[in-house]
């Protein structure tokens, strides 16, 4: 049971054009959610993220913007560059722990 | 600041042996997370860590998999033995400590293939 879902595993844009990449989730206890990107050959790094009490967390070329009563997620990237060619994961935490479940990742290849 | 290291980076082994990942987190995070992320699949969280005491291993195969973090700063993670399904990257990552708004920070990850 996927609790965060990217349904796009890719996505082409031509840079200088908005890049949105989207993640659904259905476990309503999340409350902290999670952008990070993904290069080959490396770990995820972090890129944005909001808490369940805001709905658009901006920061330079990035916004995320949360709808929580669609369970929907969403990472705009204006303007889209060549080097943010990777891979987006969608993550989401709740709980003491704050444990991570991510989802599947989508490629975004941005071209020149 | 040195990031989280990993190593091996890469590893072939044939079903049924054993294999170790190591995990040296960047200074002072008290929390180490170890994911298996599968081809075509988001990292999966095996077990948690909180200093030297594990925090949730629910999702961790104990009949192959084990893990320790021996004095709360570097740690192990041991698959013995091996099954084709293993085969995955083997990610590290550390937060400086348990809290809502806390990055996680990722290592290289092991690139591990079962044959």
């Known amino acids: 049971d996927q609790q965060v879902k990217q349904n796009s595993p890719s996505l082409s844009v031509q840079e200088g054009r908005i890049s949105i990449l989207n993640c659904d989730y259905t476990n309503s206890m999340f409350d902290y959610f999670l952008w990070y990107k993904k290069y080959p050959a490396e770990g995820p790094t972090f890129l944005i993220s909001?808490?369940?009490?805001?709905d658009k967390n901006e920061d330079g070329r990035f916004t995320v913007f949360l709808n929580k009563s669609a369970k929907h997620l969403s990472l705009h990237i204006v303007p889209s560059q060549p080097g943010d060619s990777a891979v987006y994961f969608c993550?989401?935490?709740?709980?003491?722990?704050?444990?991570?479940?991510f989802g599947s990742g989508t490629q975004l290849t941005v071209l020149p | 600041e040195a990031g989280v290291a990993q190593s091996p980076r890469y590893k072939i082994i044939e079903k049924r042996q054993s294999v170790a990942f190591w995990c040296n987190p960047i200074?002072?995070?008290?929390?180490l997370y170890w994911y298996q992320q599968i081809l075509g699949q988001g990292p999966k969280l095996l077990i948690q860590f909180q200093n030297n005491g594990v925090v949730d291993d629910s999702q961790l195969p104990k009949d192959r998999f084990s893990a320790e973090r021996l004095k709360g700063v570097d740690s192990t993670l041991k698959i013995q033995p091996a099954k084709l399904e293993d085969s995955a990257v083997y990610l590290c990552?550390?937060?400086?400590?348990?809290?809502?708004?806390?990055?996680?920070?990722f290592g290289p990850g092991t690139r591990l293939l079962v044959l």
């Open positions: 200074s002072g995070h008290a929390t």
């Open positions: 990552a550390s937060s400086p400590r348990l809290a809502v708004q806390e990055t996680q920070y």
């Open positions: 993550a989401a935490s709740s709980g003491s722990a704050r444990q991570l479940t």
């Open positions: 909001i808490s369940s009490i805001k």
